[in-house]
């Protein structure tokens, strides 16, 4: 009788411990990321295609963004030493293209980097990101970016900042 009467003490003390119902907005959370997208313009207009890889990069929060064609000619690039990058990205992609039936996506991860190669719209991007970025988040980049160089009257000026 005891044992019951003890057992049902810990049993109610443990279904009130344990049902706590903490599932709440993070309001804290949602707070300071408004205020961060409150201080950030990230409206992808400008004058040139330096200007746009520049509020890509923010955007996306990457490092680096070089865009070649599939012989590794350098359409649009933000690195001093892009060509070098590019030919390195566009053979590495090119080499894993006639090993594997259309590979998706390359993912490369070298002293804390993650280059990350793929092909969109006949063209191959090269990215430098700190975190590796999902499939999704790559075509939005390449689309978005993609969109500007199909401009005929947008200045290309592949000159890296």
């Given at each position: 009788m005891a044992f019951q009467k003890i057992a049902s003490v810990?049993?109610?003390?443990a279904s009130r411990v344990l049902a706590i119902d903490?599932?709440?907005?993070?309001?804290?959370q949602i707070k300071i990321i408004r205020e961060m997208l409150c201080n950030h313009n990230l409206e992808l207009n400008g004058n040139s295609l330096a200007e746009i890889l520049v509020k890509l990069r923010q955007k996306h929060l990457v490092d680096s963004i070089i865009v070649t064609k599939r012989d590794g000619a350098v359409v649009a690039t933000t690195?001093?030493?892009?060509?070098?990058?590019?030919?390195?990205?566009?053979?590495?992609?090119?080499?894993?293209?006639?090993e594997l039936v259309t590979p998706?996506?390359?993912?490369?991860?070298?002293?804390?980097?993650?280059f990350m190669v793929f092909l969109f719209s006949e063209k191959i991007f090269v990215v430098k990101a700190s975190a590796s970025l999902s499939t999704t988040e790559l075509k939005a980049l390449a689309k978005e970016l993609d969109s500007?160089?199909?401009?005929?009257?947008?200045?290309?000026?592949?000159?890296p900042f």
């Open positions: 810990f049993r109610g003390f903490d599932t709440e907005l993070p309001r804290g690195e001093q030493n892009g060509l070098k990058a590019a030919i390195t990205g566009t053979a590495l992609f090119n080499y894993v293209s006639s998706e996506t390359v993912l490369i991860k070298s002293d804390g980097d993650w500007f160089l199909k401009i005929p009257d947008f200045p290309s000026n592949n000159k």
